[in-house]
C-alpha cells in the first residue's frame, strides 16, 4: 500500500508532520499514522499559550484500536488549536494534512526543522 508523503512536510520518527510557513509549523499526523490507526474517536490538544518542547509529548490521539500519545516535531508555543476536531475526530482519516491538522507552534528554534526526517527518508521508514 502507498501512503501520501507531502514533500512540503518534514516528519518525527512517531509519524507527526511539520508544515513550516514563517514563523509557524502546523503539525498532524502522517497518513501512515492514522492508517495504523483506524477510526479516530478522541483527540486530546493542549491550550493556545502552552509551550511545547520538540519530541515531548502534547496530547493524546485514541482510535478504535489504540491510544496514543502525539509528540511535538519542533519547540515552541501553540499559536492554534483545531478545535473542529473535538466533534469531528474523523477529519484526521479523512485529511491527514489537511482538515485533519492538529496545532500550530510559534517556531522557537528554525534549526529544529533541520532535524526531522525528510520526506524521502520518512518513506524509507515506512517502507
Same mark, same amino acid.
Given at each position: ?5 507531502? *514533500? ?75 478545535? *473542529?476536531l473535538f466533534d469531528a475526530p474523523e477529519l484526521v482519516n479523512e485529511d491527514p494534512y489537511g482538515d485533519g491538522w492538529m496545532i500550530e507552534i510559534?517556531?522557537?528554534? *528554525? ?8 520526506? *524521502? ?7
Amino acid at each position: 500500500m502507498s501512503f501520501a508523503v507531502p *514533500e512540503d512536510c518534514r516528519y518525527l520518527e512517531t509519524h507527526e508532520w511539520a508544515r513550516h510557513d514563517g514563523d509557524v509549523v502546523r503539525v498532524g499526523i502522517s497518513d501512515f499514522a492514522q492508517d495504523e490507526l483506524g477510526d479516530v474517536v478522541f483527540v486530546e490538544l493542549p491550550d493556545v499559550g502552552d509551550s511545547t518542547e520538540q519530541e515531548a509529548d502534547f496530547g493524546v490521539i485514541e482510535s478504535i484500536k489504540a491510544v496514543s500519545d502525539l509528540y511535538a516535531p519542533v519547540s515552541g508555543e501553540v499559536v492554534a488549536v483545531n478545535e *473542529e476536531l473535538f466533534d469531528a475526530p474523523e477529519l484526521v482519516n479523512e485529511d491527514p494534512y489537511g482538515d485533519g491538522w492538529m496545532i500550530e507552534i510559534e517556531l522557537a528554534d *528554525e534549526g529544529e526543522l533541520e532535524a526531522l526526517l525528510s520526506p *524521502e527518508a520518512y518513506e524509507e521508514q515506512i517502507a
